[in-house]
Structure formats: C-alpha cells, structure tokens
C-alpha cells in the first residue's frame, strides 16, 4: 500500500500548492521593466501555461527518474538543495526522539507503578500543562528566558559565526547548543502524550492474568515491571511511534521557522512563501516516503514485539 499511498499523497500536494494564489512569476508584474510578453515567456519556460493535469503527469514522469527538477528561485537542482537541508533536519528529529523515550518511558513506568500516589498526580500536572501549551508558545518562552534574559543558550541557527575556527570538540558543543532550544521545544508535546499513552498501557497490562501469577510465584518486582509489564506494553507503543513521524515531520516547518534551524522545514517554508512548486513538490515527496518508511517499520516492530503477531 505504500506506493499508492505515495501517489495520492503527491497529487494532493500538487493539487493544493497549485490551487493556492499567486504564481511564481508574480514577483515580476510588480516591477514596471518587466513587460507581460516576458511574463509569458516565463509561464511557458516553466510550463505553468499546460493544464495542471498535464502539468502533475509530466512532473509524475521526471519524479519515476529521481529527477526533481530545478528550482524557479535560483535554478539550482531541488535534489541538491534537499541534500544540503535533510542533514539538519534529521540531526533535530534523532535527537527529538531520543529526548522523549528517554524522559517518557520512564514517567510513564512511574506514574503506572505509582498509580494514585502524589507522584503520579504531580508528573500528571506537569504533563498535562506541557501537552496543553502550544508547543510554539513553548519555543517562544524557552527563546526569551534562556536565550534572551539569561543569554544561556543562542536562539537561531545552527552553528556559531565563528563556527569554522574552532577546535573539533567545539565545533561538536557549539551544534549542542544551537540544538537545545529547538529539541526541547519539539519534545514538550510528544512527551506529555507518550508518557501519558505507556502509562495507561501498562495500568492495562498491570490487570492481566498472568501479572498476577507471575506476582505470585515471587518474581521480583523490578523484574515484573521492567521485563513482563513494560514489553506488553511496548505493543501500542509502536502503534504511537508511527503516529508521532507524520506529527514530527510536519511540525519541523514550524520550529525550523522560529529557530531559524536550515533543514527542510524551512526550506519549505521559503519554498512557500516564493511559490516555488518544484521544491515544495521535492519536499513533499521526501517527507512522504519517511513518514511511509516510519510506518512500514512500525508494522515490523509488531512482530519483534510480540511473535505472535505475523502477517501473512
């Protein structure tokens, strides 16, 4: 199913970013040097004057080739505009996950182990205020308190300008601590929801049958919670594992805009903003395929889970 999926995926886009106003030739009617002969010499150059049917196919024909084309901003090819920014982008995202399993399976353990107790209700205060807030309301408090009041951490960016002349280990600090802000800012939603997702899991699992035999055979209770409750409940989890792509890639526009992060978010957004289809269209397609990748692995994260779930 990944292919169509991919294909329906890259007609709506097309569809929607051509349906939109304004065109990419819009900047020059502006300008009085620029007369309408021109205009149209430039609507057939970049073949905005077929009709969109014929437009989508004949993109569709170059995309089966790997052939993006090229960009109407600056005639650079779209594949190596996306090859510098995908970097960046994944960089931000692996360190994104990294932050909310490590911090939201073991809030999630806690607050299951601890259900009704004064630490299960104070983690759930603080998670519920992290997932309420929008996260873009988090990047702009964390932005003006640590950055701006307290000078910690730099705001926009991803590296320092006096990045190229410094010794190795710096250089490694510096890209820290340009990530900070924006990793944080990104994790504060899906942590609260991931946390908040293996807790009810594992309350789930808690009930079972065999919990309670394996309890009563005198199995640890470290060994029951960590070995037999936490990879029963790690079922669903891979279920929201592939929920949480989608979110992730679409949500690194708006924290690459506000952080000034140079990965594909905000490319796309200039991308945009300057009504250049080709590399939204680029774009598009490349966080399609990972979006389908993250989701094709969390159906074979079903049967490493659990062999019982196999599919024919």
């Known amino acids: ?43 057939e150059t970049y073949g905005l004057d077929r009709p969109l049917h014929i437009q989508y196919f004949s993109w569709l024909s170059r995309v089966a080739t790997l052939n993006f084309g090229s960009s109407f901003r600056d005639g650079r090819k779209v594949t190596l505009k996306i090859a510098e920014r995908l970097p960046a982008t994944i960089l931000l995202n692996v360190v994104y996950l990294f932050l909310i399993f490590a911090l939201a399976i073991p809030i999630g353990i806690i607050s299951a182990v601890k259900h009704n107790k004064a630490i299960d209700k104070i983690l759930a205060v603080c998670v519920f205020a992290g997932y309420s807030v929008p996260a873009f309301v988090v990047a702009l408090i964390l932005m003006m308190y640590f950055g701006v009041e307290l000078g910690w951490l730099p705001v926009s960016g991803m590296v320092s300008i006096n990045y190229e002349f410094l010794p190795f280990w710096s250089k490694v600090a510096d890209i820290a601590s340009h990530l900070v802000l924006p990793a944080v800012s990104t994790a504060i ?10 807790r009810s899991s594992m309350l789930e699992v808690i009930k079972q049958d065999y919990i309670k035999a394996a309890r009563a055979r005198g199995i640890p209770e470290k060994s029951l919670v960590l070995v037999h409750t936490l990879r029963n409940a790690f079922i669903p989890m891979i279920t929201v594992f592939g929920l949480l792509l989608p979110a992730l ?31 939204v269209m680029g774009i598009g397609v490349v966080m399609a395929v ?12 079903y049967a490493a889970a659990d062999p019982r779930i196999r599919y024919e």
């Not at 939603?189 to 293996?198: D, K, N, P, Q, V």
């Not at 990972?290 to 994260?301: E, K, M, Q, S, W």
């Open 1 to 43: 199913m990944m292919i169509p999926v991919l294909f329906g995926i890259t007609l709506i886009t097309f569809f929607v970013m051509h349906l939109t106003p304004g065109s990419p030739v819009d900047g020059l009617m502006m300008s009085p040097e620029v007369d309408a002969g021109a205009i149209l010499r430039l609507r």
């Open 189 to 198: 939603g899906g942590l609260a929801f991931l946390s908040r997702y293996l």
């Open 249 to 279: 890639i679409g949500g690194s526009v708006v924290f690459e805009t506000i952080f000034s992060w140079p990965g594909m978010g905000r490319l796309a957004y200039e991308a945009i903003m300057a009504r250049d289809y080709p590399v």
């Open 290 to 301: 990972l979006t389908l990748i993250g989701n094709f692995l969390a159906d074979i994260g």
